[in-house]
């Protein structure tokens, strides 16, 4: 069955049998094919990575490189990281209904990748129909952020226009790549800090009810608690304490199960990414271990330590670095 089907896929579409020359140029079609499909995977996340499609499509030696003499010149000196203006803020909720600027960032996006799609399709008046899409975009987007105004030059766009409008394919890509040099290079010297600003916010503000105590805490506190509850119960057992660790216990079940609840301060739902149901079940077998007459101390040891590892590790990896970034951008 494997080599009969194996045959009837090795054949031409007129359902003749493929020899060499037809089985290499299907090859070829697939080929470009592939490339085509894969540059439209990369293209619909590539404004969240500083139009990493750049790295897809063209050669290295095509891409404006950090030293100075290489950067366009509106760009040279800039800094590591550009400050964000006050002005910024109403293109942003809660001003803004939505968030305005990153949307037209998007739209941007999406032209300036039809360029090139279009380039590689060999669909020059396509092309240039994307070119125009973006140049407009562009101007408008670089009205918006008076302050950033100047990190928008005209100069490149307008030697892409031009090249386009020669028909110079070799000529359009070594543009294409001089203006997403100028995206990229603004992308690492903005997005984090707007994304810091803008999405994640400022996990110090969040607050919600500790369970144990009935009192309204702040997210850092209840961490710490809950820290505190699971190193208690290894301490306590460690020191023959029996009684207490199964306390500390109880007070981190407890507040493990409300901590999906603290997602809601910044998810618009419920995550349980890192309180799925193994995490859950782990926690009862646990308390089940505890519950033992004679309780197994490595046992205990391994699931709190899965615990740590599975769920708090892992949410903390996630978390941390927009949180400790954010506050030391506050």
């Not at 300036?112 to 129909?129: H, K, N, Q």
């Not at 490595?298 to 769920?311: H, P």
Request: aromatic share 8%.
């Amino acid at each position: 069955m494997q080599e009969n089907g194996r045959r009837r896929w090795e054949k031409t579409s007129n359902g003749q049998p493929m020899n060499a020359k037809n089985r290499e140029r299907s090859n070829a079609m697939r080929r470009e094919k592939g490339l085509l499909v894969g540059f439209l995977a990369v293209a619909s996340t590539v404004l969240l990575v500083g139009f990493l499609l750049l790295l897809v499509f063209l050669p290295m030696a095509m891409i404006p490189q950090a030293g100075a003499g290489n950067l366009p010149e509106a760009t040279r000196g800039m800094p590591a990281a550009l400050p964000l203006p006050e002005s910024l803020n109403a293109l942003y909720p809660p001003v803004a209904d939505r968030p305005v600027y990153l949307q037209k960032m998007l739209a941007l996006e999406t032209s300036f990748s039809g360029i090139v799609v279009d380039l590689m399709e060999e669909d020059y008046d396509g092309a240039r129909g994307s070119f125009e899409d973006f140049q407009r975009q562009y101007r408008e987007v670089a009205g918006m952020v008076p302050e950033w105004e100047r990190e928008y030059p005209e100069g490149k766009v307008e030697e892409l226009g031009a090249a386009l409008a020669a028909g110079d394919r070799g000529l359009a890509m070594n543009a294409f790549a001089a203006v997403g040099g100028i995206c990229h290079r603004c992308h690492l010297a903005a997005m984090v800090s707007v994304q810091q600003r803008y999405h994640w916010g400022d996990f110090g503000s969040i607050t919600f009810k500790d369970p144990l105590s009935g009192a309204s805490t702040g997210y850092p506190q209840f961490k710490k608690f809950l820290a505190a509850n699971l190193a208690g119960i290894t301490v306590d057992l460690k020191q023959g304490q029996i009684a207490n660790a199964r306390k500390q216990f109880d007070g981190f079940r407890v507040r493990f199960l409300a901590l999906s609840d603290s997602c809601l301060g910044c998810h618009e739902k419920e995550s349980r990414d890192f309180f799925n149901r193994d995490m859950r079940d782990t926690v009862e077998e646990l308390g089940q271990a505890l519950k033992s007459r004679t309780i197994a101390a490595d046992a205990v040891m391994a699931l709190a330590q899965k615990i740590g590892r599975e769920s708090c590790s892992k949410c903390h990896l996630v978390h941390l670095p927009a949180a400790l970034a954010g506050r030391s951008s506050r």
